[in-house]
Each structure stands twice: as C-alpha cells, then as structure tokens.
C-alpha cells in the first residue's frame, strides 16, 4: 500500500485537514494523528509504508519538544517500544 493510499483509506483520522490537501501532510502529521487516534492495524501499516526508523525518528523530535500534542500513554507506549524495538532510539 501506498502512502496516499494510507491516507485516503484513514481520512477519517484528520477530520479538520482540506480533503484536497490530505495527501500534502508531513510524515510527521501522518505519524501523530496515527498514532494518536488509529487503531492496531493502521500504526501496522505505517510502520511498514514509512518504515519503522522513520517512524521513530518522527516520534522522537515530536516529543523532544515542550510542546506535542501526543496524549500521555501514547508518548509512553511509544517512547517504550522504539526503545525496545530500534536500536539508534533516541535520535
């Protein structure tokens, strides 16, 4: 699958985005609301179309900042996994 195929197929998870500008998002927007708000399948599935370094690294400079908008037991699931699973994590 695809990267705009991803996101068309999950546009219900960046509901206040313009339909039109859905497939300009960042990797780092499409990580977010993913991770955020998409279920077990869909983090699968961007693991695998951006890659789970790519991923990580995206996580990672998001909740280096004072301000992020991951809810708490994301940050805290996530930090842990990357910890775990990719080795170069923390970037």
Request: a positive charge; hydrophobic letters at 35%; proline letters at 3%.
């Amino acid at each position: 699958m695809s990267k705009s195929d991803f996101i068309k197929n999950n546009q219900h998870l960046f509901w206040y985005f313009n339909k039109k500008e859905l497939q300009n998002i960042s990797n780092a927007v499409l990580v977010e609301f993913i991770l955020n708000y998409g279920n077990m399948q869909s983090v699968k599935d961007v693991l695998n179309i951006l890659g789970q370094e790519t991923v990580a690294k995206e996580f990672s400079k998001a909740i280096q900042s004072n301000r992020n908008n991951y809810f708490p037991q994301v940050k805290n699931y996530f930090d842990l996994y990357f910890k775990k699973n990719v080795p170069q994590y923390p970037f």
